[in-house]
C-alpha cells in the first residue's frame, strides 16, 4: 500500500501487447504500476473466451453473467496475478466500433468483448471512481445499464482543440463515482 498523497498505478491492461508492457516496464521503480496485464479478455476463464469467439454476437451476456474474473498473466512480475483495486481508474475502451473512422458495429461487434470485460473487473473491483474516455458516439446509455446500478455517471465531451492540441477529434469522457460515497 501506497502513503497517503503517493500517486501510483496498481495495475495496467492493454490490447497492445507489443507495444504497451515494453513501454511502462522502462518507467522509473516509483512510476511503475505493480502489475501489467497484457490482455483485458485474458481476466475471462477459457471457457467465457471460448463461447464468445464461437458466438460473438452473444458476447455482452456471456461475459456479464461471468460469476467472477479469474487471474491474468502479468508481465511485470511474470506470474498470473489479480487485478488490485484502484482509489481512482482511468481506462480508454476500443472505440472502433463506435468511431467514425471505424466500422461502426456498435455494441455488437466483437471487438467490444473488451470493454464487457473491462466492466464486469469494475464491477467485481468497485473503485470509488472511475475515468472513462472513448469517442462521443460511445455515449453514456451503456455505463448506466451495465453499471448504473453501482456508480452515478457524469458525461463530458472535449475536442483536443479545446485542451490545446492542434486536433478537432472529439472525445467523451465518463466520470464514475461509486454510488454511496460522501
Request: glycine share 8%; hydrophobic share 35%.
Amino acid at each position: 500500500s501506497r502513503e497517503p498523497g503517493v500517486q501510483g498505478a496498481a495495475s495496467l491492461c492493454s490490447r497492445e501487447e507489443r507495444q504497451m508492457p515494453e513501454e511502462i516496464l522502462h518507467l522509473p521503480g516509483d512510476q511503475k504500476p505493480r502489475h501489467v496485464f497484457a490482455d483485458q479478455l485474458s481476466f475471462l476463464g477459457g471457457d467465457v473466451r471460448a463461447k464468445c469467439k464461437a458466438k460473438p454476437q452473444a458476447a455482452r451476456h456471456l461475459i456479464m453473467a461471468s460469476a467472477s474474473l479469474g487471474c491474468a498473466w502479468c508481465v511485470r512480475r511474470g506470474a498470473y496475478c489479480k487485478a488490485q483495486r484502484a482509489d481512482l481508474h482511468v481506462a480508454g475502451t476500443p472505440c472502433v466500433a463506435h468511431s467514425s473512422f471505424g466500422l461502426r458495429g456498435g455494441f455488437d461487434d466483437p471487438v467490444n468483448q473488451v470493454f464487457y470485460a473491462w466492466a464486469l473487473q469494475r464491477i467485481a473491483l468497485k473503485e470509488p471512481h472511475i475515468s472513462h474516455e472513448n469517442v462521443e458516439d460511445f455515449g453514456e446509455e451503456v455505463m448506466t445499464q451495465l453499471l448504473g446500478k453501482w456508480y452515478s455517471w457524469t458525461r463530458v465531451v472535449v475536442t483536443p482543440l479545446e485542451l490545446g492540441w492542434p486536433t478537432r477529434r472529439t472525445r467523451q469522457f465518463l466520470h464514475g463515482r461509486l454510488r454511496g460515497l460522501h
